[in-house]
């Protein structure tokens, strides 16, 4: 791409507007340093856009590229036996209580070199971009000691040196209670956790802070703790909620303004109207539903009622989730959860963005940034409805391809 574009396409999800999709027929996208100039039908394209490169795009569908708004990537190992487990009758919470689950991915990660993590980590994102993903919001949380938190954001950070792809690095320090603080969650927070969120902000190394409030981690008192020594950083909260019981830990985080609430399966409507009232996005994510066989539905209809945002993520982990695939994501939101085609992009693009803060990209609209995807595909419902089935043409986030 040159500094100064116009592509053209035979459609345009703008995700902006009042038709469905914000779909603009034979439409066009000026786009300069990197930033949508002018967005429109292409015959009414401006005389002063008219002598800028084209591009032509054909019979092609553009949206905003995808945003994934809840990923693990950065992680050591992987927890392929505790697949068979589960399929062999073990809960994920008999897994967690056994020393399993998430712990045993700590150990792994905690084993790792930041060069080993680092590449694993490049293998998931490379098959998120080859999808039209163009931000990954990207966790610690499988170090649970200061060193490897450190190391674990350190290596998010390297990721946008790697790869053309933006990154969001959340702080989960308050993700499970490590084998040397058993039984003294209080302690861990406050010796660990608490300390470590100080040193990572003070190496600029967060862009937010979440917590896993769930009776196999920590309950709504212990997140509160870290969410004030959050917001006396400076920095927005999401958290991990609702995900396996109601502990209140939306509505808390609601509380806060919290950017998003994520997995939320057995949400009530108090929580909901608090999130509603707060601004908060509901982030669903269908690959850990889907992986450990839940049967509780997040409460959709609820969430449509309050005017809930709803944005949905790959959540991939090598335990719960070990899903890459934003695109099956949509799939399954749609087919496991009800969402509608238009709900499940609007998931990936503009409610994606609005989870993790930001307000420069996820719809195609005059000065946000050019991140764009143009689909083989003549309509958006079909970026949710095909099964292993990925239809990119083309990438571009920013100024780069």
């Known amino acids: 791409m040159t500094e100064k574009s116009v592509i053209f396409c035979r459609s345009l999800a703008t995700m902006d507007g ?95 070199s930041d060069q080993t993590l680092l590449s694993d980590a490049l293998t998931r994102v490379d098959a998120l971009i080859a999808e039209g993903v163009s931000c990954i919001e990207v966790k610690s949380g499988y170090g649970l000691d200061r060193e490897t938190e450190l190391r674990m954001l350190r290596v998010a950070r390297q990721i946008p040196e790697k790869r053309n792809v933006r990154v969001k690095t959340s702080f989960l320090g308050a993700h499970a209670i490590p084998p040397e603080y058993a039984d003294r969650a209080d302690a861990y927070i406050d010796e660990v956790c608490i300390p470590t969120l100080r040193a990572a902000h003070a190496e600029g190394l967060v862009d937010a802070v979440d917590g ?27 958290l991990h909620a609702e995900q396996l019981s109601n ?42 539903f889907y992986t450990l066989r839940e049967t509780q539905v997040p409460p959709v209809q609820d969430l449509r009622r309050h005017n809930v945002p709803m944005a949905l993520a790959t959540d991939c982990n090598p335990g719960s989730s070990p899903l890459a ?58 970026l949710a409805y095909r099964i292993g089935f990925n239809p990119l043409h083309a990438r571009l986030v920013g100024e780069r391809t």
Not at 212 to 228: K, L, P
């Open 18 to 112: 009042p038709r469905a999709y914000g779909m603009i027929d034979n439409g066009a996208v000026a786009i300069e340093a990197g930033r949508i100039a002018w967005v429109g039908v292409q015959a009414e394209l401006p005389a002063e856009y008219s002598q800028w490169p084209r591009v032509d795009d054909g019979d092609r569908l553009m949206t905003p590229a995808l945003i994934d708004a809840h990923t693990h990537v950065v992680f050591g190992g992987n927890r392929a036996v505790e697949f068979e487990m589960r399929l062999n009758g073990a809960s994920y919470e008999e897994i967690a209580r056994a020393g399993g689950g998430i712990l045993s991915t700590v150990n792994a990660t905690r084993a790792a």
């Open 325 to 382: 695939s934003l695109l099956l994501t949509m799939n399954m939101g749609c087919t496991l959860f009800r969402l509608t085609p238009e709900e499940a992009l609007a998931g990936v693009t503009k409610n994606a963005a609005r989870a993790l803060g930001l307000d420069d990209t996820g719809r195609i609209v005059p000065g946000l940034r050019a991140d764009l995807a143009v689909w083989d595909v003549t309509h958006p419902a079909e």
């Open 212 to 238: 896993f409030c769930e009776g196999i981690a920590f309950d709504t008192n212990q997140i509160a703790r870290v969410f004030d020594a959050a917001k006396a950083l400076g920095l927005p909260v999401k």
């Open 247 to 288: 502990l209140g830990g939306a509505k808390l985080a609601a509380s806060y303004g919290a950017l998003s609430a994520d997995h939320i399966e057995y949400l009530d409507e108090d929580g909901v109207a608090a999130m509603g009232d707060a601004g908060t996005v509901a982030v669903l994510l269908p690959g850990a």
